[in-house]
């Protein structure tokens, strides 16, 4: 998927960087390129995209700075292509009192159509351009191309100035639209290390180091950099579809981390750790290994907590209760405490760190054996396995070991049962941080398998009307799903009055929801409903029997996907129908058994319609064995979901006997 090269960088001089393309210099082949050249369904696509970045250091404040120049030219075809006018340039702070953060400026931009045989610029306005904060680490400089219109170019190009040596910036090659051509220069002074990161399906056009001389001048002293060069043309739109996580995972794109400098005094500092250097430091950190170490803070409240409890399992299920529900979740993610065990107890708010190293510090008050685990959630991509890099993992969970067995637990979620994890933290694997032992990875996957059954039992009288109970049975991420729907909802009545919105042609006329907050339960719904057949002049009643959670559309739709199909999690999905027919009536038409298998094991669908006794029984299987299906198992997926949606288009014909 991606391929890591170390690079030391060498002493190398600066070239004055002139770009690839002249701003609004427009030539006959950019205003009639035809889309077909590359891809007959762009909405919009790149011209020209190029990029370089540079060092720069100010000698009044003897500082560093990263300065990076973006310039790009899109042809934009339809209305579905105006989002790329619509630019956003993410800037990174600090979030402290020393407001060190990033910025760009020398916003350029302007919107090229032809009008009347005659090419006209729109230039945008610098009351165009407005920066607002998303978060305490994140702020967004904003902008919109002016009149847009079909078979528009745009161009823009701006400066970003970064204070952050260690993330070099980066590079994506792909994106929502394609490329005729991306190319990216990076400036390195050969004193600066990185660690240069290739990632991706497709292969560089260009990918080349040059030596740049007298590129930095530093107290008087000329440095050389290289020059490295990576160009991609022709790069085809990077399509996301279900079932993935971070998009960044696949995109082929460049990435770069700081390893080493070398000072002008001979000495080095490094950045680039091993495991060893990274388990001391978290378990000296304050706001990591000091909070897992406050079992104090529970000497009072765990032995009342497992008083009677004999069990590891069970004391260990008790204190993780105990702890969903004393401390909401601030929806901040995080692998560093806030505050403290101590004050996250007393205030019972805090982030997901501030709650898992309460959790792990009230486990360890019981004497159960308890480890840390930092990770990168599904948003986020994969952690480097070559070298540690600490900005990979923005979350933390406890392991706790129980015999042969471990139990990964997150208690941010109070409807999250013992053992479940969720989605959002299933994504390869994490770090196991011990305070004693050295750390390891361990694999991320779903502590259960979600499972789904649905019996619908009812009776049809001759004018087609069908009166049955339906009841449910779900388990794993199902039910955390459906009583996380219930739970956004004012109470169970409101849910099912909205249930009921959405069951077109079906009347719910009693229900009940047992265990809605019992969560290491099955969720069980019974619902009492109603419904017709569709008639033909009383000769007939006819009615699809896949209402309940039938496939629709197949969720995988391209000719080719070279990422994994990632599910979260294996899961299986019965469903039984019995029906009992109105007297003198008889099945003429049902639906064609059908038994199909993916490859391996990894799943199946089987369908079996059987008539007994004036009784339609229907049953359906549909079992997913793994969380996590390859690119080239992609095919038998698509095919498998276009089988089960053909199958279930056919429908039951019920005639009067004659």
């Known amino acids: 998927m991606f391929k890591s090269v ?14 690839e393309f002249t701003f609004g210099k427009l030539s006959f082949e950019d205003l009639h390129f035809d889309r077909n050249e590359i891809d007959s369904t762009a909405n919009a696509v790149f011209l020209n995209e190029y990029g370089t970045t540079r060092f720069s250091f100010e000698p009044e404040t003897g500082k560093m700075k990263l300065i990076h120049k973006y310039h790009a030219r899109i042809k934009i075809f339809n209305k579905e292509g105006f989002s790329a006018a619509n630019i956003i340039i993410p800037l990174h702070k600090n979030g402290t009192a020393y407001d060190e953060k990033e910025r760009a400026y020398d916003i350029k931009a302007s919107t090229f159509n032809q009008e009347n045989g005659k090419l006209e610029e729109t230039v945008m306005t610098n009351k165009a351009v407005f920066t607002e904060d998303k978060s305490k680490y994140q702020a967004l400089t904003k902008f919109t191309l002016p009149n847009v219109k079909d078979n528009s170019i745009i161009e823009y190009e701006y400066t970003f100035e970064s204070p952050y040596l260690f993330t070099f910036k980066s590079w994506d090659f792909q994106g929502e639209f394609p490329k005729l051509n991306s190319t990216y220069v990076a400036f390195i002074p050969g004193n600066y290390m990185y660690n240069v990161s290739l990632r991706g ?8 180091a040059e030596i740049a001389k007298d590129c930095l001048r530093i107290a008087g002293k000329d440095l050389d950099c290289s020059k490295l060069t990576y160009s991609l043309k022709n790069v085809p739109a990077f399509v996301e579809e279900d079932y993935m996580i971070a998009p960044s995972n696949y995109i082929s794109a460049a990435h770069f981390e700081l390893s080493e400098v070398v000072l002008f005094n001979g000495s080095s500092k490094k950045y680039t750790q091993n495991w060893k250097d990274v388990d001391r430091e978290l378990s000296n950190n304050k706001e990591f290994g000091g909070q897992m170490k406050r079992k104090d803070v529970f ?14 399992l069970a004391k260990a299920k008790v ?47 019981a004497n159960l054996d308890v480890e840390a685990v930092i990770l990168s959630t599904r948003d986020n991509p994969i952690p480097n396995k070559l070298y540690p890099i600490m900005s990979d993992f923005n979350y933390v969970i406890a392991k706790l070991n129980i015999g042969a067995e471990s139990y990964l637990l997150d208690a941010t979620d109070p409807l999250l049962p013992f053992g479940l994890l969720p989605l959002r933290c299933i994504n390869d694997q994490g770090r196991v941080i011990h305070l004693k032992k050295p750390s390891y990875w361990i694999d991320l996957t779903a502590g259960k398998k979600s499972l789904s059954t649905y019996s619908l039992i009812g009776e049809m009288n001759a004018d087609g009307k069908i009166t049955a109970k339906l009841t449910t049975y779900l388990n794993g991420y199902d039910a955390l799903n459906k009583r996380k729907d219930i739970a956004n909802s004012s109470s169970v009545d409101e849910y099912v009055d909205k249930l009921a919105e959405r069951m077109v042609n079906i009347k719910i006329k009693n229900f009940k929801i047992n265990y ?31 209402f309940i959670n039938g496939v629709k559309k197949n969720p995988f739709k391209l000719n080719e996907r070279n990422y994994p199909v990632d599910l979260g999690a294996a899961s299986e999905e019965r469903v039984t129908i019995k029906l009992i027919l109105p007297e003198q009536y008889a099945v003429t038409e049902r639906p064609k058994d059908l038994a199909i298998a993916l490859p391996d094991k990894g799943g199946r669908y089987f369908l079996q319609t059987e008539i007994a006794d004036r009784t339609l029984a229907v049953n359906q299987l549909l079992a997913f064995n793994k969380a996590i299906y390859s690119a080239d198992e992609y095919h038998y997926l698509k095919e498998f979901y276009n089988q089960i949606i053909q199958a279930q288009k056919a429908e039951v014909l019920i005639s009067k006997d004659k």
């Open 516 to 546: 809605v907050d019992s969560v290491e339960r099955a969720l069980s719904e019974v619902y009492e409903i109603e419904f017709s057949a569709q008639s033909a002049e009383n000769e007939y009643q006819h009615f699809n029997p896949f």
């Open 299 to 312: 000497k009072d409240i765990v032995p009342d907590l497992i008083q009677g409890e004999n069990d590891d």
């Open 319 to 365: 204190i993780f209760d105990y702890i969903k529900k004393q401390i909401k979740w601030n929806n901040y993610y995080g692998k560093y405490s806030e505050t403290s065990v101590k004050e996250v107890i007393e205030k019972r708010s805090g982030n997901v760190a501030d709650i898992n190293f309460a959790l792990i510090s009230a486990l360890s008050a």
């Open 6 to 19: 170390v690079i030391a960088l060498l002493l190398a001089p600066f070239l004055a960087v002139s770009q």
């Open 201 to 208: 399906y497709l292969k560089l056009t260009d990918n080349k």
